[in-house]
């Protein structure tokens, strides 16, 4: 199997990264010590805060290394010290996760988060309120109006969180601009490692640490920071930027297949409105989406339905849900997410694949029908 | 250490060998990771990078296999099943979690019945600052205090523990002093009064032999970078029969069977996998060894200067831990002094603070003969020429410092 179009749920890491992440990991500093390996490993852990800063404009001592995204955005919705909180609804399972109570922001047919919506249910309760809205949506791509949002929740005391996991080399972050007071980040969507992440402060902003323990990450975060994790982050963040300029390469890829997968039968999802360059999310009309992924999975290429933590979950995404999206289309619709490696070849792989499954699926599609 | 860094010397060591300085003493913050680990990692780098919890695809299905064996791997070290354990980012995060975790649960499905929470003075940072946490949300915390060796009191245990206990939290093996506590006899009160036993264990696993059932121990934390394994990965264990129940810390996609969410780091939990079969097959042979090693690094420097107490008990502790006090020398001065030798004054989490330690000081010494106390932490790659340079420069220290 050498296909592989699952970007959104893991990237392939890069030889650059895994190749500081070799060094690092021959060092024995832990960062908190005060002796010379000590420090020299503290000194390889800031330079990727500065690089990770750099990637989302952002401060260096404002940035926070976790664990992973979901953790950063844990972090972010149980740490920020409102109450009160609002997520749209398609946010990823780890804002839905550490939010049960929250109340749902809407979104339009586009999966485009309502910011009249958002405007009304600030204005029905004084509560100071945190507000969580992602800046591109994991199983479609599309990209929320984040900067309106914020200015929104500003005016209304609120605080905003963006889970920008998805967008780092797929579209500039620029926390200021963006108005985000919490960006979480992950490195293992941009080709980095598995097993960290960052949530990024706005100015001067607290946050209550969720782990209790020792002074790491100024108190924000206990445990003996992931050095090697920490630093390939930090490689993969200064690489991400380079990644920018090969975006009109994978938009070029996800158009050709997106038109060609089209003119064979299949809907797209969430094409009307501005979203990342990689992801296309595509219900074929005779098949359910798990037996497609399974089908796609035989004939060698890798894809999925919805994102990878819902994997053994049955019952259609709850943002295709959100978006409207008739029942039927929403449990045939499959998310193919391209990335820095992916070569014209893997492209024609999967419309020809898309092209087997659709006349099989017709065939018994029928039977069943007749 | 850089190359430009790193001074070598030749022959005046004695074995000849060339000694990389300064020289890495400090095992108890971080334990250099096995070359074994690492070459067991790295095709989980690039060859199969695949998303663990991916299951639907071939990318994933080989992430997730690999993950699978290394958890029965890490399981096979203390006696569990691999469903028993819980991949986390590291030890601090199993502490919160089997702490918080079982209190949280206690509190919304048992109407919290069983409000007090045990530990030791002794105990981490993270276990302690837990415990405070639980105690601001009305939990009745009980410190238990150590004798003059570190070492738990049974009977102290036993008139603090009763039915309305939730939880005990002793660590296995003390980070500063090396110190073994006796869990399989706390495991058994604890059963008696049906708390749960958590047991801190980052620097007792691959270290000492642990039963989890034999110790009757319901949580365990571990860590990876302790037992020379990678940062950024660690484990608790969850005993499932009788079970035990906690709510989660991280919230989201429901990995590890709801325990805890986020995608997991493929890489590390194989090479924390192969870091735990590594201890299991060797922890005899690096134990024998390490004793030697530490038994020649107490004796060189005992035999050739006065005024050196060892701290913790003399048997009930881990070969790889000297934790030493010098008199008339003031702490800062001979860390200064041993700039040779990357040692330690008490625990990492806590070397930016210049209190004197709190671990020592609850063994009932004064802050002074705290301050002055130096933990040396030897490892698998800790070289006899290493010890014998160690030997040299504390005693020629020592004496210039006294004058």
């Keep these: ?370 | 250490m850089s190359s430009t860094e790193a001074r070598h010397l030749g022959a005046n060591t004695g074995a000849g060998a060339n000694i990389k300085l300064p020289i890495y003493l400090d095992y108890q913050a971080t334990t250099p990771l096995d070359p074994r680990a690492l070459e067991a990692m790295m095709p989980y780098f690039t060859e199969h990078f695949g998303n663990p919890h991916s299951s639907t695809h071939e990318f994933g299905a080989t992430s997730a296999a690999a993950v699978e064996r290394a958890r029965e791997q890490v399981a096979s070290l203390i006696g569990a099943e691999a469903r028993e354990i819980v991949f986390t980012s590291g030890a601090t995060e199993a502490n919160n979690l089997a702490i918080k975790g079982v209190a949280a649960f206690e509190c919304e499905h048992r109407k919290g019945q069983r409000k007090r929470v045990i530990t030791v003075i002794t105990e981490h940072k993270c276990v302690i600052e837990t415990c405070k946490h639980l105690g601001r949300d009305g939990h009745d915390i009980v410190t238990l205090p150590v004798d003059g060796d570190g070492i738990v009191d049974l009977g102290d245990l036993a008139a603090a523990i009763n039915d309305e206990t939730l939880l005990v939290s002793v660590m296995g093996v003390n980070n500063e002093t090396g110190v073994i506590q006796p869990l399989a006899e706390i495991g058994a009160l604890c059963r008696e009064h049906g708390a749960y036993l958590h047991s801190d264990c980052a620097q007792a696993v691959g270290k000492i032999p642990l039963d989890v059932n034999a110790m009757k121990i319901d949580l365990m934390s571990i860590s990876g970078h302790k037992l020379y394994g990678p940062k950024g990965i660690g484990a608790l264990y969850v005993r499932r029969r009788p079970r035990v129940r906690l709510l989660a810390m991280i919230d989201g996609g429901g990995q590890e069977r709801g325990m805890r969410s986020g995608t997991l780091p493929t890489p590390c939990c194989v090479g924390f996998g192969e870091a735990c079969a590594i201890a299991e097959a060797e922890m005899e042979s690096d134990h024998e060894r390490l004793a030697q090693l530490r038994d020649r690094l107490l004796e060189g420097i005992t035999a050739n200067t006065d005024g050196v107490t060892l701290n913790g008990d003399r048997t009930r502790r881990i070969p790889g831990n000297l934790n030493l006090s010098f008199t008339g020398v003031g702490g800062e001065q001979l860390v200064a002094a041993l700039s040779d030798l990357a040692v330690s004054t008490g625990s990492a989490c806590n070397s930016a603070s210049v209190e004197p330690s709190y671990v020592l000081m609850a063994l009932g010494m004064g802050s002074e003969r705290a301050d002055a106390s130096i933990r040396f932490g030897i490892g698998r790659f800790t070289t006899e020429a290493e010890i014998d340079y160690a030997i040299q420069t504390v005693v020629g220290q020592l004496s210039r410092l006294r004058g």
């Excluded at chain 1, 010590?33 to 420090?39: A, C, E, F, L, P």
């Excluded at chain 1, 963040?237 to 300029?245: I, R």
């Excluded at chain 1, 490696?341 to 029908?369: C, F, K, N, P, Y």
């Design chain 1, 1 to 370: 199997m050498d296909c592989y179009l699952d970007y959104n749920a893991e990237a392939p890491i890069k030889p650059a990264v895994r190749d500081a992440m070799r060094d690092a990991m021959a060092e024995v500093g832990n960062p908190s010590s005060v002796h010379g390996y000590g420090r020299q490993a503290r000194r390889a852990m800031e330079q990727a805060r500065e690089r990770v800063a750099a990637l989302a404009a952002a401060e260096p001592g404002d940035v926070i290394f976790t664990s992973s995204g979901t953790e950063a955005n844990n972090l972010a919705l149980k740490g920020a010290g409102r109450d009160r909180l609002l997520i749209s609804a398609i946010e990823h399972d780890s804002v839905r996760g550490p939010a049960p109570h929250a109340t749902i922001l809407a979104v339009d047919g586009d999966g485009i988060l309502d910011l009249d919506a958002l405007e009304a249910t600030l204005a029905e309760d004084e509560t100071p309120a945190l507000v969580s809205v992602m800046l591109a949506n994991n199983e479609t791509g599309v990209i929320q109006p984040v900067a309106e949002a914020a200015r929104i929740a500003h005016a209304h005391g609120a605080l905003l969180h963006c889970d920008a996991v998805q967008a780092p080399g797929r579209l500039a972050i620029d926390r200021v601009r963006l108005g985000a007071d919490l960006l979480s980040l992950s490195a293992h969507k941009m080709g980095g490692p598995q097993g960290v992440g960052a949530l990024i402060l706005g100015d001067g902003l607290a946050i209550a640490a969720q782990l209790a323990g020792g002074r790491q990450e100024t108190g924000r975060r206990a445990g003996s920071e992931n050095m090697a994790g920490i630093v390939g982050f930090g490689v993969a963040a200064a690489l991400a930027e380079e990644d920018l300029a090969d975006v009109p390469r994978i938009a070029n890829l996800r158009d050709r297949l997106e038109t060609e997968i089209c003119a064979l039968g299949g809907a797209l999802i969430g094409n009307r409105v501005p979203r990342l360059c990689n992801t296309a999310c595509i219900a074929m009309p005779t098949m359910p989406s798990e037996t497609q992924v399974i089908a796609f999975d035989l004939a060698g290429v890798a894809v999925s339905a919805g994102s990878a933590c819902s994997s053994g979950k049955v019952g259609p995404s709850h943002v295709l849900e959100a978006m409207g999206l008739d029942r039927g289309l929403a449990s045939r619709a499959v998310r193919i997410s391209l990335g820095w490696r992916t070569s014209v070849g893997d492209v024609v792989r999967v419309i020809d694949v898309w092209s087997d499954l659709r006349s099989q699926g017709s065939g018994s599609a029928a039977g069943h029908e007749g």
